[in-house]
């Protein structure tokens, strides 16, 4: 049973160019963690802190209850798996898998063992005799990942695994991964990326890191169905979540809200207080949440610029509401050739229409 939990983590460079603050995360045994972020948020950094190779100025880190600050990598009972593979080209596939168990001076006939039932998971049986050279790019991340595996370790670390390879060997890779993670439910991993589709397909929880802290820590659909901010509400969901500005008129078990620029009343199930009536909010509506009416209570109306036909949807932007500001984007199912440059009145349904008031959810208020 592996826990690992991250208490009040900080990672400061120069003495005073702090990356990461308060990072508080407590990781259960068979979980898959998976961090996400903008490019620069400390992803990776968080990740190697965890494996030993980044130094923790801050906080603590612990596994099973020990505490790993000052513990070298090789003795945290972790594996980590590269973006990069970093296999070692002279070797085969079959001496790269066993390179670590050799250096731990483990019976050799417990590491053909070890090495032929992680070969057969992987797949990698017919390829224990190649160099990596001879194999494709999935072949090798597979090679990276069983690497790892034969070790047993504690804990894995993915650090984007998957962004070195063309879009189908990534799902094609991907669905292993998650075939592999099936078949060792047991097993605590940490994945790191920038690809939206690999968390939430992957994900046990989901760990969104923004402003050198988390943003929000939940499953995939907890995320997506109740972000607690702006920026998760934006950040998860393709494309992303439309924010249209507005004023609540009512309050109650539904908050009735005037959107401004163009927009009518909308209704949404986000219970408010009677004090928030006359409060500046956002209005959050996913571009698939948002469909065509003719009802006088409405979230936006506007002229069509683009219309994408992608088969089964269609994109459709609409005009900006102010100059420089995002247009509002609505995903339509099926093809709709003749939507352009027409004016469009769109809705949602209230238990779609999300709330925010200075960044923050209603629903967390």
Avoid: W
Wanted: aromatic share 6%; hydrophobic share 40%.
């Amino acid at each position: 049973m592996t826990n690992l939990k991250l208490t009040g983590v900080e990672k400061t460079y120069a003495g005073n160019i702090n990356v990461l603050n308060d990072i508080n995360l407590d990781i259960k045994t068979g979980e898959l963690i998976v961090f996400v972020g903008p490019s620069g948020c400390g992803k990776s950094t968080l990740l190697r802190m965890i494996a030993g190779l980044e130094t923790i100025t801050g906080g603590e880190l612990t596994i099973d209850g020990e505490r790993m600050n000052d513990m070298p990598p090789a003795q945290r009972g972790i594996a980590m798996v590269f973006q990069s593979y970093a296999l070692y080209p002279h070797m085969t596939v079959r001496d790269n898998m066993s390179f670590a168990l050799k250096l731990a001076k483990k019976n050799p006939a417990e590491i053909d063992a070890a090495i032929e039932k992680v070969a057969k998971t992987l797949q990698l049986t017919d390829y224990l005799d190649r160099l990596p050279k001879a194999l494709s790019g999935g072949q090798r991340q597979r090679v990276a990942i069983g690497r790892s595996i034969v070790r047993d370790p504690k804990v894995y670390l993915f650090d984007e695994p998957l962004s070195n390879l063309d879009a189908a060997l990534r799902v094609a890779t991907r669905i292993e991964i998650a075939q592999l993670k099936e078949s060792m439910p047991d097993s605590t991993m940490i994945y790191v990326t920038h690809d939206q589709v690999e968390a939430m397909t992957l994900a046990t929880r989901i760990v969104v890191l923004a402003n050198k802290g988390v943003a929000q820590v939940g499953s995939p659909l907890e995320l997506y169905e109740r972000p607690e901010n702006e920026f998760v509400a934006q950040f998860i969901g393709s494309p992303a979540m439309n924010l249209l500005s507005g004023t609540v008129v009512d309050t109650g078990d539904f908050t009735t809200v005037r959107v401004e620029n163009g927009g009518g009343v909308i209704r949404s199930s986000v219970p408010s207080s009677a004090e928030l009536k006359g409060t500046s909010v956002n209005i959050g509506i996913r571009p698939e949440d948002m469909q065509p009416t003719t009802d006088d209570n409405f979230a936006f109306e506007n002229r069509v610029e683009i219309a994408e036909a992608l088969g089964e949807v269609t994109q459709v932007y609409f005009k900006p509401q102010s100059p420089g500001s995002t247009p509002v984007i609505a995903k339509l199912q099926g093809i709709h050739r003749d939507v352009r440059t027409q004016t469009m009145r769109m809705s949602a349904d209230p238990s779609k229409v999300h709330l925010f008031a200075d960044g923050r959810s209603l629903l967390y208020r």
